[in-house]
């Protein structure tokens, strides 16, 4: 009995040894990172540049596959469904992870939390409060007086039900006590010509797109919606500083595996990525972007997603949102 104890024992032992040495030889053949959203958009920037770093680290190819749809819907239930093998990752934003679980409920062909091994979490990005210059307001004290001398007069343009612009507006109209009408729109782009045009008053706009917007002066900025105020714009203030503390509407993008994942790959593609991060021109490049670089380890960004997801979700019930 014992001696057959024993051998069990001796290859199980064997075994896993085996398992453990072939997933620290990983990888061994190119590996795929699918982006939810069109080439040049954030998350899509993420996986070029870190890819490349990537391939130069493991002398593997690292493809970047485009698949847009659904707010990165289509890219992540791609990923969801793709062997835990450390072959195939998902480049994605808060959406697709937190306020999309909300928003399509049960026709979401995915669950952000049960089927995805999360990486890092790599950057955030503010978006900027920007109103067209016929706006008499040059502050958001000033902003949320005209809104209450105007109910549901004042208008704000976002790219979208469920996107970080959107749950921007909706938490200043929950924190200031005030009504605006939300006008979502098919991608940041057409929200941003329409608020130049003074159809619309204002959006929360993505700070990369609206930045050259307020330096060239077709708009006025009234605040960030990080939680600090951010480096391109030293000088306007946030919305937490205006009077509403804790005030945070910021968007991001993470890198996530398929859930099973052994933790000996997931740790190292984290370990590669922050590596990654850290090179000066990667580092640049991403800045200059207007993204904040962050490397959250997998288990904070885990805990993030879930915490996001009740916080987000009771945005978007509190506005009636429907999927576009």
Same mark, same amino acid.
């Given at each position: 009995?014992?001696?057959?104890?024993?051998?069990?024992?001796?290859?199980?032992?064997? %075994?896993?040894?085996?398992?453990?040495?072939?997933?620290?030889?990983?990888?061994?053949?190119?590996?795929?990172?699918?982006?939810?959203?069109?080439?040049?958009?954030?998350?899509?920037?993420?996986?070029?540049?870190?890819?490349?770093?990537?391939?130069?680290?493991?002398?593997?190819?690292?493809?970047?596959?485009?698949?847009?749809?659904?707010?990165?819907?289509?890219?992540?239930?791609?990923?969801?469904?793709?062997?835990?093998?450390?072959?195939?990752?998902?480049? %994605?934003?808060?959406?697709?992870?937190?306020?999309?679980?909300?928003?399509?409920?049960?026709?979401?062909?995915?669950?952000?939390?049960?089927?995805?091994?999360?990486? %890092?979490?790599?950057?955030?990005?503010?978006?900027?409060?920007?109103?067209?210059?016929?706006?008499?307001?040059?502050?958001?004290?000033?902003?949320?007086?005209?809104?209450?001398?105007?109910?549901?007069?004042?208008?704000?343009?976002?790219?979208?039900?469920?996107?970080?612009?959107?749950?921007?507006?909706?938490?200043?109209?929950?924190?200031?006590?005030?009504?605006?009408?939300?006008?979502?729109?098919?991608?940041?782009?057409?929200?941003?010509?329409?608020?130049?045009?003074?159809?619309?008053?204002? %959006?929360?706009?993505?700070?990369?797109?609206?930045?050259?917007?307020?330096?060239?002066?077709?708009?006025?900025?009234?605040?960030?919606?990080?939680?600090?105020?951010?480096?391109?714009?030293?000088?306007?203030?946030?919305?937490?500083? !205006?009077?509403?503390?804790?005030?945070?509407?910021?968007?991001?993008?993470?890198?996530?595996?398929?859930?099973?994942?052994?933790?000996?790959?997931?740790?190292?593609?984290?370990?590669?990525?922050?590596?990654?991060?850290?090179?000066?021109?990667?580092?640049?490049?991403?800045?200059?972007?207007?993204?904040?670089?962050?490397?959250? !380890?997998?288990?904070?960004?885990?805990?993030?997603?879930?915490?996001?997801?009740?916080?987000?979700?009771?945005?978007?019930?509190?506005?009636?949102?429907?999927?576009?």
């Amino acid at each position: 009995m014992k001696q057959a104890l024993s051998i069990v024992c001796a290859v199980f032992m064997l %075994t896993t040894s085996c398992g453990v040495l072939a997933q620290s030889a990983y990888p061994e053949k190119p590996v795929r990172i699918v982006v939810g959203f069109v080439p040049g958009a954030g998350a899509d920037i993420i996986a070029r540049l870190v890819g490349q770093k990537l391939n130069e680290f493991w002398g593997q190819p690292v493809i970047v596959e485009n698949l847009p749809g659904a707010v990165g819907n289509l890219g992540a239930a791609r990923v969801a469904k793709s062997a835990p093998d450390g072959y195939t990752l998902v480049s %994605t934003g808060d959406a697709a992870m937190t306020t999309n679980v909300t928003l399509y409920g049960k026709q979401l062909p995915y669950d952000p939390v049960r089927d995805f091994a999360p990486v %890092t979490l790599v950057a955030l990005s503010t978006n900027i409060l920007v109103v067209h210059p016929s706006v008499p307001a040059r502050n958001i004290k000033e902003l949320v007086a005209l809104a209450k001398a105007n109910p549901g007069k004042l208008s704000y343009a976002t790219a979208g039900n469920g996107s970080s612009q959107h749950l921007g507006g909706e938490l200043l109209k929950k924190r200031a006590s005030i009504d605006m009408v939300h006008i979502p729109y098919k991608g940041a782009p057409l929200a941003m010509q329409d608020v130049l045009a003074g159809r619309v008053e204002m %959006t929360f706009g993505n700070i990369t797109q609206a930045l050259p917007q307020v330096q060239s002066g077709k708009l006025r900025a009234l605040a960030v919606t990080s939680l600090k105020r951010w480096p391109p714009v030293p000088d306007v203030p946030t919305v937490a500083e !205006s009077g509403y503390p804790g005030f945070e509407a910021v968007a991001w993008f993470g890198l996530l595996a398929p859930a099973n994942t052994p933790n000996v790959i997931v740790q190292k593609l984290y370990q590669d990525i922050l590596k990654a991060l850290a090179m000066p021109d990667v580092r640049t490049r991403l800045t200059d972007t207007g993204l904040e670089l962050v490397g959250r !380890s997998p288990q904070e960004f885990a805990a993030q997603i879930k915490d996001e997801i009740v916080k987000k979700g009771q945005l978007i019930r509190d506005s009636g949102a429907k999927p576009d």
